[in-house]
């Protein structure tokens, strides 16, 4: 992983992204979101996360977060975690229609990958960008929220289920976040 991304301040928020390897349309079922839901949920709990912003999209998630703890590991964990989980899920879904199709991609990616033993969901990084001005923090907070706009999945931003824009209206969201001000 290059230099330029990497979690160096434990003060601050950071813009990150992590993408299901081949762009695979995995998250248009509820079942798999919930796993991700989960895992948040774990480790804002267990880990001191701090969720600031975040939308699921059906191929990638986009979030702001921070923590005092190590964010590099907090990553790390979380997305070894939810590969082991949203794998376990895909093979036992019984309306998977996509199942043999989605494990031999991750099959493929994991064998032509040293760091994995058998399968890999994940693209391999999440490249950081820390967040040091209002500037940047609001583009990020606009880009989150509007990608389910965007890719025309709604017409308003706080309508989409999966996301914190809910949140920054004055609803209450899927999950606790620490808003941004």
């Known amino acids: 992983m290059s230099r330029k991304y990497k979690f160096r301040n434990p003060d601050a928020l950071y813009f990150v992204t ?8 995995l998250f248009i079922r509820t079942e798999y979101i919930t796993v991700m839901i989960d895992s948040w949920e774990y480790c804002q709990k267990h880990k001191s996360l701090n969720i600031h912003a975040w939308v699921i999209m059906t191929s990638h998630v986009h979030m702001i977060i921070s923590s005092k703890n190590d964010l590099s590991g907090i990553m ?29 991609m991750m099959a493929k990616a994991g064998m032509g990958n040293g760091n994995n ?18 500037f940047i923090i609001n583009q990020k907070l606009n880009y989150i929220h509007y990608n389910p706009v965007k890719a025309s999945m709604v017409h308003v931003a ?7 824009a809910k949140d920054y209206c004055g609803e209450k ?7 941004i001000y």
Do not use: A, C
Request: proline residues 4%.
């Open 117 to 134: 033993n058998d399968f890999q969901l994940w693209q391999q990084n999440n490249h950081p960008i820390e967040l040091f001005n209002n």
């Open 158 to 164: 706080e309508h989409y289920p999966y996301s914190s």
């Open 76 to 104: 790390r964990d979380m997305k070894s975690n939810t590969s082991r989980k949203l794998r376990s899920e895909i093979i036992n879904h019984p309306r998977e229609s996509r199942k043999k199709w989605i494990l031999d």
């Open 173 to 179: 969201g899927m999950l606790d976040i620490v808003l």
């Open 18 to 25: 992590y993408t299901v390897v081949n762009w695979i349309d």
